[in-house]
Structure formats: C-alpha cells, structure tokens
T-cell receptor, first 110, second 110 residues
Framework: QQPVQSPQAVILREGEDAVINCSSS?????VHWYRQKHGEAPVFLMI?????EQKGHEKISASFNEKKQQSSLYLTASQLSYSGTYFC???????????FGAGTQVVVTP | DGGITQSPKYLFRKEGQNVTLSCEQN?????MYWYRQDPGQGLRLIYY???????QKGDIAEGYSVSREKKESFPLTVTSAQKNPTAFYLC?????????FGSGTQLSVL
C-alpha cells in the first residue's frame, strides 16, 4: 500500500520554510526521500531507519516517527534550487522494495 | 562515468505490439528495479531483481515481462496485454538501500 503524502503542492518564497508529511498504514523499516525535477530522474536525498533519527541534507532535514509510521521532510530557508517534486518511499522489511507516495510539488519563487 | 542508461528516451507503441525498454548499469549493483510513473500517482513498482537470473513481480506486473541474464542489464518488455501502457518508465539499481535512477523512457501509444 502506497504511503500518503501531504500537502500535494506548496508554493514558497525564497527563504521560507515548509514541511512535507508522509504517512504509512504499515510498520516501517525505513523511509526514503527523493526529489525529482521536471523531466529528470528522481535523486536520492536521505534514508531514515527506524529509531526516530533525524537526518539532514543541506538545509533539508527529516524525521521518522516509527510508532506513528510517519516521516516529515523539513525545507528550511528554501532556495530556488529546492523546486521540484518530493517523494517519500517506504520500506516495511529492508528488502529495498519501496512503495512511493504520490509526491509533493514544491515551487520556490524569488 | 558510472550510471544507469535507459534507451530510448521516447518510444511509441502501436496497438498489439510488444516493445522493449533497455536498462544498462555499470555500477556493479546486484539489485535492479523497474518503476512506472503516471501523473499524480508517484512511482509504482513493476518488477525487481535482487540477483542475476532471478526476478520478482512488483505491484503492477500484469502486461509486463523482464529478464536478468546479465548483472548489467534488466530489459523491460511491455506486452500487448498491457492495455494502458502510456507512462514514464524509470529503471533503478540500488546499493545499501539507496536507489539510483536512470533518466527514463516516455512510452506513448500511437
């Protein structure tokens, strides 16, 4: 079952913050985050393993609440380069067979 | 330069025709995957292969077939049984759970 992402889209001005949420109905081993720019392949951002750890990539960070089966991606002080569609991928059993959410489109304007 | 090469970039299929999408990697990764991307639906797993000469169905395998005769290659055939093949197809390989994607093939029906 695919995880549910929210919001579907967000528009930001440069320097603003945003949060993207990812929820699963299954217990999870890990959550992955990818960003895809229009017409390009998705690019890996980070993996979070069960244990509630938080990770960061530039000014993008994420958390994973294993008990709630949720992950959140935080875009801090957004830059124009952050524009794209963000996907979460969930893995229930460490086999690498990811289920992806429908994506959140992020537009950062000057 | 290591990476994943998908070809062709654009492909057109006539009704009743089988078409094959190519995916080659020189990253020496064992696991390879095929995903289908439709607008607003994220990525859905078609087939995956953890090792040469072995592959498993993903969530939407009907109407598709694959082979894995070599570590570097994981071609996907879209058969005439797939009634709605128009989509963007992404091939990926993985190392330590991180997915590396090719640049994709856009398949359209004539």
């Amino acid at each position: 079952q695919q995880p549910v992402q929210s919001p579907q889209a967000v528009i930001l001005r440069e320097g603003e913050d945003a949060v993207i949420n990812c929820s699963s109905s299954k217990a999870l081993y890990s959550v992955h985050w990818y960003r895809q720019k229009h017409g390009e392949a998705p690019v890996f951002l980070m993996i979070l393993l069960k244990g509630g750890e938080q990770k960061g990539h530039e000014k993008i960070s994420a958390s994973f609440n294993e008990k709630k089966q949720q992950s959140s991606l935080y875009l801090t002080a957004s830059q124009l380069s952050y524009s794209g569609t963000y996907f979460c991928g969930t893995d229930p059993d460490s086999w690498g067979k990811l289920q992806f959410g429908a994506g959140t489109q992020v537009v950062v304007t000057p | 330069d290591g990476g994943i090469t998908q070809s062709p970039k654009y492909l057109f299929r006539k009704e009743g025709q089988n078409v094959t999408l190519s995916c080659e990697q020189n990253l020496n990764h064992d696991a390879m995957y095929w995903y289908r991307q439709d607008p607003g639906q994220g990525l859905r797993l078609i087939y995956y292969s953890q090792i040469v000469n072995d592959f498993q169905k993903g969530d939407i395998a009907e109407g598709y077939s694959v082979s894995r005769e070599k570590k570097e290659s994981f071609p996907l055939t879209v058969t005439s049984a797939q009634k709605n093949p128009t989509a963007f197809y992404l091939c990926a390989s993985s190392l330590q759970e991180k997915l590396f994607f090719g640049s994709g093939t856009q398949l359209s029906v004539l």
